[in-house]
């Protein structure tokens, strides 16, 4: 290294390194060379390189862990714009594998790539400039209402919730419902009120990757629903719950994330039996019910007639658009009451703004009649898709068209690898989509040949061409 001025090398030395850990170079988590190899490489002495690694740990910059080497534990502002590149997602992956990262953060990455990878089958949203023209602005949805500069209630609003149990059939009244902030809030909520370490929890494998993240975070044991493969068997299920006794059993049974996989109504009655005998929460996690294609779905929250042992939630944002963040819980009066407390303590409520705004569309019959639109603009753009995908299935990829909801849940011959196919592959041809490995339960590798492809936020021009661009490049690979 030249060195700038008369400062003492090993402060340069810092500076330089510190300035590639702030510039997102080296990511939070990851692993520094040994002050030896430093040395080495910089041709300093063990004694400069070693002031260089205790400048940048007092500067707060990398944590040095003794028989592990240093680590950064920096995290520069967000740029998306600037720090989402193919090495970054990689390296995010690996941190994932490595145990060291939330798998989340690496969702969120992939559907934040718009600006290099015009082509996002990553991102399960709606298309925004579709559903833009369908609903009403903020603006004149909420004319004529004023903020009322107070803190109202901590349930939420008292008007929005019965409008909610009369929309959406809830077997109860207004104190059964709790608006949240959408269903990740949902999900933190339920766990920090009814979980503890080394408690037991029963989750569909594959399933929402969020979920996985909040209950690991607690150090819940997580045991495995092959529902998706196997299907509900209600004795297997039976001789799990006498075993393993869960405090809960989370699903997302209405076109499940990833999947697309819907509980039987039948199924549903034998979970809800089974739910009173062994004392457990089916805790549903609902965004797509009414994304139905082929047949109704009844969720749980309003199939079941006390809501003693069902804990609904339902979100709002994926129509009204994620920047509202409003949800709903529905639940016994019981539960209602002591999650009060602790949205009490985390955030004071949800957000008027967002509450009116829901209250107000469906008040006027607006979402019903926006949600039957969607539906219909999904049904041709899942009949396009399937249509494009079909090739694929003479080299031995399976996938079935869904019945719902807004993804294709696709299994490659497995010896392929889905994450391999991104970062090598599809990510330089502006194509991104969420590997199956990102949905496994305990594992990273049991769904690593497995993908999920949206079909609902990229345009019609664009989910056409990015679709037979993916076909193409997967094409290819499979004919090599």
């Given at each position: 290294?030249?060195?700038?001025?008369s400062?003492?090398?090993?402060?340069q030395?810092?500076e330089?390194?510190?300035?590639?850990?702030?510039?997102?170079?080296?990511?939070?988590?990851?692993?520094?060379?040994?002050?030896?190899?430093?040395?080495?490489?910089?041709?300093?002495?063990?004694?400069?390189?070693?002031?260089?690694?205790?400048?940048?740990?007092?500067?707060?910059?990398?944590?040095?862990?003794?028989?592990?080497?240093?680590?950064?534990?920096?995290?520069?502002?967000?740029?998306?714009?600037?720090?989402?590149?193919?090495?970054?997602?990689?390296?995010?992956?690996?941190?994932?594998?490595?145990?060291?990262?939330?798998?989340?953060l690496l969702?969120?990455?992939?559907?934040?790539?718009?600006?290099?990878?015009?082509?996002?089958?990553s991102?399960?949203?709606?298309?925004?400039d579709?559903?833009?023209?369908?609903?009403?602005?903020?603006?004149?949805?909420?004319?004529?209402?004023?903020?009322?500069?107070?803190?109202?209630?901590?349930k939420?609003s008292?008007?929005?919730?019965e409008?909610?149990?009369?929309?959406?059939?809830?077997?109860?009244?207004t104190?059964?419902?709790?608006?949240?902030?959408?269903?990740?809030?949902?999900?933190?909520?339920?766990?920090?009120?009814?979980?503890?370490?080394?408690?037991?929890?029963?989750?569909?494998?594959?399933?929402?990757?969020?979920?996985?993240?909040?209950?690991?975070?607690?150090?819940?044991?997580l045991?495995?629903?092959d529902i998706?493969?196997?299907?509900?068997?209600?004795?297997?299920?039976?001789?799990?719950?006498?075993?393993?006794?869960?405090?809960?059993?989370?699903?997302?049974?209405?076109?499940?994330?990833?999947?697309?996989?819907?509980?039987?109504?039948?199924?549903?009655?034998?979970?809800?039996?089974?739910?009173?005998?062994?004392?457990?929460?089916?805790?549903?996690?609902?965004?797509?019910?009414e994304?139905?294609?082929?047949?109704?779905?009844?969720?749980?929250?309003?199939?079941?007639?006390?809501?003693?042992n069902?804990?609904?939630?339902r979100?709002?944002?994926?129509?009204?658009?994620?920047?509202?963040?409003?949800?709903?819980?529905?639940?016994?009066?019981?539960?209602?009451?002591?999650?009060?407390?602790?949205?009490?303590?985390?955030?004071?409520?949800?957000?008027?703004f967002?509450?009116?705004?829901?209250?107000?569309?469906?008040?006027?019959?607006?979402?019903?009649?926006?949600?039957?639109?969607?539906?219909?603009?999904?049904n041709?753009?899942?009949?396009?898709?399937?249509?494009i995908?079909?090739?694929?299935?003479?080299?031995?990829?399976?996938f079935?068209?869904?019945?719902?909801?807004?993804?294709?849940?696709?299994e490659?011959?497995?010896?392929?690898?889905?994450?391999?196919?991104?970062f090598?592959?599809?990510?330089k041809?502006?194509?991104?989509?969420?590997p199956?490995?990102?949905?496994?339960?305990?594992?990273?590798?049991?769904?690593?040949?497995?993908?999920?492809?949206?079909?609902?936020?990229?345009?019609?021009?664009?989910?056409?061409?990015?679709?037979?661009?993916?076909?193409?490049?997967?094409i290819?690979?499979?004919?090599?």
């Amino acid at each position: 290294m030249k060195y700038k001025d008369s400062r003492p090398q090993y402060i340069q030395l810092a500076e330089k390194l510190s300035d590639r850990i702030k510039s997102g170079e080296f990511i939070k988590g990851a692993k520094l060379p040994s002050v030896r190899n430093f040395a080495l490489a910089e041709g300093i002495s063990h004694i400069t390189a070693n002031k260089v690694f205790v400048r940048l740990s007092d500067q707060g910059l990398v944590e040095r862990v003794h028989g592990s080497g240093s680590f950064v534990i920096y995290d520069p502002p967000f740029d998306m714009e600037k720090r989402v590149t193919e090495k970054y997602v990689t390296d995010q992956f690996n941190l994932i594998k490595s145990s060291k990262q939330n798998r989340s953060l690496l969702v969120t990455l992939l559907k934040n790539t718009t600006h290099i990878c015009p082509y996002n089958f990553s991102y399960a949203l709606l298309n925004p400039d579709y559903v833009n023209k369908l609903l009403p602005s903020v603006s004149s949805a909420l004319s004529g209402w004023e903020c009322k500069r107070e803190y109202g209630d901590m349930k939420g609003s008292l008007h929005l919730r019965e409008e909610l149990v009369k929309c959406f059939s809830i077997k109860g009244n207004t104190e059964n419902v709790l608006i949240t902030h959408g269903n990740q809030h949902g999900i933190n909520l339920i766990a920090q009120l009814l979980l503890n370490s080394g408690d037991y929890v029963f989750i569909e494998n594959p399933t929402y990757t969020g979920a996985v993240d909040t209950f690991s975070n607690l150090n819940i044991n997580l045991i495995n629903l092959d529902i998706f493969k196997l299907g509900f068997d209600g004795v297997e299920f039976e001789q799990k719950l006498i075993k393993h006794k869960p405090k809960l059993v989370f699903l997302t049974p209405n076109f499940s994330n990833p999947t697309g996989y819907a509980l039987s109504i039948n199924e549903r009655k034998e979970l809800l039996n089974l739910s009173k005998k062994y004392n457990f929460y089916i805790v549903e996690d609902d965004h797509w019910s009414e994304f139905a294609y082929d047949h109704e779905i009844v969720p749980f929250y309003s199939l079941e007639t006390t809501l003693e042992n069902v804990i609904g939630l339902r979100g709002f944002s994926k129509v009204i658009g994620p920047d509202a963040r409003v949800g709903a819980m529905f639940a016994s009066k019981q539960i209602i009451d002591e999650v009060e407390k602790i949205v009490t303590l985390q955030s004071l409520g949800v957000s008027d703004f967002s509450q009116e705004y829901l209250f107000k569309i469906l008040r006027n019959g607006c979402y019903q009649n926006v949600i039957k639109r969607i539906v219909d603009d999904l049904n041709q753009r899942r009949i396009i898709a399937n249509k494009i995908l079909l090739p694929l299935k003479k080299y031995g990829v399976k996938f079935d068209i869904p019945d719902g909801g807004i993804n294709f849940w696709i299994e490659l011959p497995e010896s392929y690898n889905s994450e391999e196919l991104l970062f090598k592959t599809m990510f330089k041809e502006g194509i991104t989509f969420l590997p199956g490995s990102l949905s496994g339960v305990n594992s990273l590798s049991e769904y690593a040949h497995c993908l999920r492809l949206n079909f609902s936020y990229l345009s019609h021009s664009s989910l056409k061409v990015g679709l037979k661009k993916f076909v193409r490049l997967l094409i290819n690979e499979l004919s090599d």
